[in-house]
């Protein structure tokens, strides 16, 4: 093993061993009907294990139903994760009318899409640099009805 080995060994076996801020996926509901799409929230929880305040470089989504991506994106400089604390992200994922439209198949009476979000929060921690944290999470996502939109 040379020495750029055993280099590269130390430093994953010292990141291995940090503590990383955690997070989950706590809703993702409908926020808003709009005369260009839908927009649906979801809500991070992501708690700092340190006691300073760590900085959120980015968040990349990545919304699938039926096997595809109906949106992505991602939210430059959402803020900061305050130092021992839990912190609440909310991320807004806008879907085309067009785009609901081709997946008539999927929904159902019950007017509803299954989903598979997935999301990446690149968070900048001090001497490691930039880390993703990956987070998804899958289930049913309500479609407004006609009403709905009118409300």
């Not at 999301?119 to 006609?146: A, H, R, S, W, Y």
């Amino acid at each position: 093993m040379n020495l750029v080995d055993k280099a590269k060994n130390l430093v994953v076996d010292k990141l291995a061993g940090i503590k990383k801020p955690e997070a989950d996926i706590t809703d993702v509901d409908l926020k808003d009907v709009g005369s260009d799409g839908i927009t649906y929230l979801a809500k991070i929880s992501v708690s700092n294990p340190y006691s300073v305040t760590i900085p959120i470089c980015d968040i990349k989504y990545s919304l699938k139903s039926a096997d595809r991506v109906i949106a992505s994106g991602q939210v430059p400089d959402p803020g900061s994760l305050k130092g021992g604390e839990n912190t609440m992200l909310e991320v807004a994922i806008r879907v085309a009318h067009s785009v609901l439209a081709s997946l008539i198949k999927d929904i159902g009476a019950d007017w509803d899409i299954d989903y598979f979000l997935e999301i990446g929060l690149v968070v900048d921690l001090p001497v490691f640099g930039n880390i993703t944290i990956p987070l998804n999470q899958k289930g049913e996502m309500k479609i407004p009805t006609f009403s709905d939109m009118f409300k």
